[in-house]
């Protein structure tokens, strides 16, 4: 029997249209689904937006609009935001879809006929950004109301009126227990402390319908009432596959429980507490997992639409393409974390990680393949020793690699698998298979062969991040994935006894276009223009003895790291043969990594005065020229002059 798995992300609020905070937890689930599916698992992804609520009534009333309407005008934003980032949902749930409604009142009806529900008078604050009652605060004196949500920090407003409860204090126990019994139920492990302290404080019982808020589902056989937002917005994991339809009984029992909920932090009290708590109430099993997920933040605080700091995940599309942004989304954002968003980061993840380190070794392959006229490439029976410790390396990766997604810690795995990619330019340029490509043409085969294994490997375990790129790779090696079976194991990845055809393709990552370098004095053509005006005589030409002045020597960059507390300038350590070695800092970081510099040869003002940049002392400096795209270019020399030669 083939081997089930069920996936949910949050259902998002419809006020706006989605920004990158929401394609985050959507694309996460996105991604364990394809993960899923390549090992051969029937694999159901459901996600949708929540849609009733006084958080929503009221956004609808601003914009004259009755709330139906209102919702229906973001819904189609919400589904063409995943189609273009490629996010296969099988669902797409709207909480006032007929099925939900009723589903819902199933559930709140299950809950009254167990004995866990009561009509009481609910008197206490509310949070209506957040959907929230907010507990009275304790302080020394004893008891004081809480005009602040502690959540978001914003106002709350009193609220009195006869209301549902839901007997969540006889909850407590149970929860404790089944934490303790099933410690990764919170991954990360961490996030659980403060739902077990939550816990441990003691459970209050939960509001559960309201008098006051008229766009939400019917309470079962109370007019009057409406189902509080959350727990109707929390059952829709199960109404989505058919929870409360009789004719849906067997689908129902074929998804849950779901091996793996999405949420955010911020939402954690109610999946890791209440949601747990309703299933037990209603004797249905508890999700396996619940992946928590930080904040993309930028400029250190939370994307949200108040603070007007949202980034459009649709622009961002058009700009860098679809498979660029899961990629740099997956690798650069810790899931257990809060993540900076940066643009700067885009670009230098899209023109370093994909663009020189896998798209230029495809490039380069095929490129000497063709022009030596090897387009079959066949394993060899007995491998050397370079090509066969790349194949450890492979076997070890891979192995890391499972361990990392297994934990769903996607940015480590990405990180290993470069680690790998490294690894396997390192044995293409180190082979240097140019230089042996007529005088043996075997070993030139051999080295075609080991790194189109390794490719192979690369893009089978990139396919749930860069699907397109990925079967774009997978295409110009002769292969392609198949849907429906386990890839991953029936490829045997580890064994390297495949035979590969080679085809030209595009170029498979543009790196992004450089804006100007700001800050490096070669990028800035005004300022030096003016200093040199002001300094030279009326007719402008120097003499012999002003450009004996300068003196510029032949260098070889040895070493070079990014300086901290900036995101232009790297420091070099540049070998100026019998001057010694500089250290010489250059606000280049947005044409070139610094790991892109080493072994590069340039050429060096060698008496400019020492000055501090970003705390580090230059000592000269390195001439540059910007290309029509605005990508700054080394002045080099050739192999033939050593270190140290003065220009003259
Ligand atoms: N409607 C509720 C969820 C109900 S689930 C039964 C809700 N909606 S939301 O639209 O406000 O948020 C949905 C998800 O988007 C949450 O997981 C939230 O953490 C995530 N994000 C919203 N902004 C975010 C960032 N800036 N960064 C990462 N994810 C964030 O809460």
Redesign the pocket.
């Known amino acids: 029997m083939k081997k089930h798995f069920y996936v949910t992300t949050?259902?998002?609020?419809v006020t706006a249209k989605p920004?990158?905070?929401?394609l985050?937890?959507t694309l996460l689930a996105d991604v364990l689904a394809r993960w899923n599916k390549i090992q051969g698992k029937d694999v159901f992804f459901l996600t949708g937006t929540?849609e009733h609520g006084q958080k929503i009534a009221q956004a609808a009333e601003k914009a004259g609009k009755n709330p139906k309407d209102f919702v229906d005008s973001f819904v189609p934003d919400f589904k063409s935001t995943w189609d273009l980032y490629d996010i296969k949902y099988n669902k797409f749930m709207r909480t006032t879809d007929s099925y939900h409604i009723r589903g819902a009142q199933h559930l709140v009806n299950v809950l009254m006929e167990k004995g866990y529900i009561y009509k009481s008078v609910y008197r206490g604050w509310y949070c209506t950004p957040c959907e929230t009652f907010v507990a009275e605060i304790t302080d020394e004196n004893g008891h004081i109301p809480g005009p602040q949500c502690p959540d978001c920090g914003r106002d709350t407003h009193i609220i009195s009126e006869e209301s549902y409860f839901f007997k969540l204090s006889a909850f407590g126990d149970k929860l404790l227990n089944f934490y303790k019994q099933n410690p990764h139920f919170i991954v990360p492990k961490e996030r659980s402390h403060e739902v077990i302290s939550f816990v441990e404080s003691g459970l209050k019982d939960l509001s559960i319908s309201r008098t006051t808020v008229k766009w939400g589902v019917p309470f079962p056989n109370e007019p009057l009432h409406t189902v509080y937002v959350?727990v109707e917005?929390?059952s829709?994991?199960i109404t989505g596959i058919g929870y409360g339809q009789p004719d849906k009984h067997n689908e129902f029992n074929q998804w849950w429980p779901a091996d793996v909920q999405i949420?955010?932090?911020?939402?954690i009290r109610?999946h890791a507490v209440y949601w747990p708590a309703i299933l037990i109430a209603a004797d249905l099993p508890l999700p396996k997992k619940l992946l928590v997920?930080?904040?993309?933040?930028v400029d250190k605080q939370?994307?949200?639409k108040s603070l007007g700091n949202v980034i459009d995940p649709i622009e961002l599309q058009a700009k860098y393409g679809t498979d660029p942004i899961r990629y740099y989304l997956l690798r650069q954002i810790p899931i257990n974390q809060d993540g900076d968003f940066s643009i700067t980061d885009v670009e230098n993840r899209i023109a370093s990680d994909l663009a020189n380190d896998l798209g230029n070794l495809l490039n380069r392959m095929v490129a000497l393949a063709e022009k030596y006229n090897v387009m079959e490439v066949s394993a060899v029976v007995k491998w050397n020793t370079a090509s066969d410790s790349l194949h450890d390396e492979s076997v070890q990766m891979i192995q890391e690699f499972y361990a990392h997604m297994d934990d769903s810690m996607f940015h480590l795995a990405l990180a290993r698998l470069w680690k790998f990619i490294h690894a396997t330019n390192a044995y293409f340029h180190g082979q240097e298979p140019w230089k042996i490509a007529q005088s043996n043409p075997a070993l030139f085969k051999e080295i075609l062969s080991a790194t189109c294994h390794s490719l192979h490997i690369i893009a089978l375990l990139l396919l749930p991040v860069m699907p397109h790129k990925m079967e774009d790779l997978l295409a110009s090696i002769g292969m392609h994935f198949e849907q429906g079976k386990d890839t991953l194991e029936s490829e045997q990845l580890q064994n390297w006894d495949r035979h590969f055809t080679l085809k030209k393709i595009p170029t498979l990552f543009e790196k992004p276009l450089r804006e100007v370098v700001e800050g490096s004095s070669m990028s800035q053509p005004e300022k030096t223009e003016n200093l040199i005006t002001a300094q030279l005589p009326e007719n402008n030409y120097i003499t012999i003895e002003d450009v004996a002045k300068v003196q510029l020597h032949t260098g070889t960059i040895e070493a070079c790291v990014a300086v901290e507390n900036s995101d232009k300038l790297v420091q070099m350590t540049v070998n100026l043969g019998d001057l010694g070695k500089r250290t010489i800092l250059a606000g280049i970081r947005k044409s070139y990594q610094p790991e892109e510099l080493v072994g590069k040869r340039g050429l060096f003002i060698t008496n400019l005065k020492p000055r501090k940049m970003a705390g580090t002392e230059s000592q000269g400096m390195m001439l540059v020229a910007e290309d029509e795209t605005g990508k700054v270019q080394l002045v080099q020399f050739p192999d033939v002059v050593k270190n140290g030669v003065r220009l003259k």
């Open positions: 949050p259902i998002y609020y920004h990158l905070g929401s985050y937890s929540d959350w917005a929390l829709n994991y949420l955010g932090k911020d939402i109610f997920h930080g904040w993309i933040k939370k994307m949200s």
